[in-house]
């Protein structure tokens, strides 16, 4: 009985990994525009054809990157929540689904990354106090566009709300919300140290499913102190009649 059982825990793991897997091959292969401009840019020695790769990396982030990334957290989502089964037709249909939203939310946010971008380079040499709170503006958008992947898969809601709710999240919570960034960070450190081929195939999937599994947590923990309040809130409004 118990064999039977570790069996089958040893088979639904290995098949979310597989799952897991292809998905991550399928963000890569949306992505390939990216990947081939950032290596691009790596290896250029020419300054001129940073203004050339440059503007069309920034083009290609709303284009592929968001849409797909955002794609990605909703499949791990569905697979942390345990939806049901998931295939490349469903990460599909994500993509698709929700691609105005987040092209028009990948436009605003790569603009706030290349506007700190801009202040970092620029004040590196002007002022160390506005080097420090360039960094610190970088450090904050890198936390926000975490955390609003997770609210773009978990809700249904406009995004204004998704914003607005975000936000306080990032404030409220501000030692989960810099964990989280913190363990993604790692996540993709780590992988590349031990090996290209680990990272590519292995950290995007893995960040995001910490990213969203660390928010689901701080989410249930939220919604099962709220309705604590609530119960404390009528019970003393009950005693008070």
Known sequence: MAKGKFYFTLYELSDKLTTL?????????????????????????????????????????????????????????????????????????????????????????????????????????????????????LFYVLTMIIQLFSFQAHFNMPVWWKFKRMHQLVFAKILYSISSLLVVLLILYATFEMSLFIFVLAAPVASVYSAFFLFKVQYNKMMRLRKQTSKRLDTSEFLEV
């Open 21 to 137: 897997f292809l998905f991550n091959l399928f963000w890569l292969m949306l992505n390939i525009p990216v990947i081939l401009l950032t290596m691009q840019i790596l290896v250029v020695t020419q300054l001129g054809s940073y203004y050339i790769l440059g503007p069309l990396l920034i083009w290609t982030l709303p284009v592929f990157f968001y849409p797909s990334t955002q794609a990605l957290f909703c499949v791990v989502r569905d697979l942390i929540l345990d939806k049901g089964s998931l295939t490349l037709k469903s990460f599909w249909t994500y993509f698709i689904t929700n691609y105005k939203e987040s092209f028009l939310t990948g436009i605003m946010l790569t603009g706030a990354l290349v506007g700190v971008g801009v202040g970092l380079f620029y004040s590196w040499s002007i002022s160390f106090m506005m080097f420090t709170i360039f960094l610190v503006l």
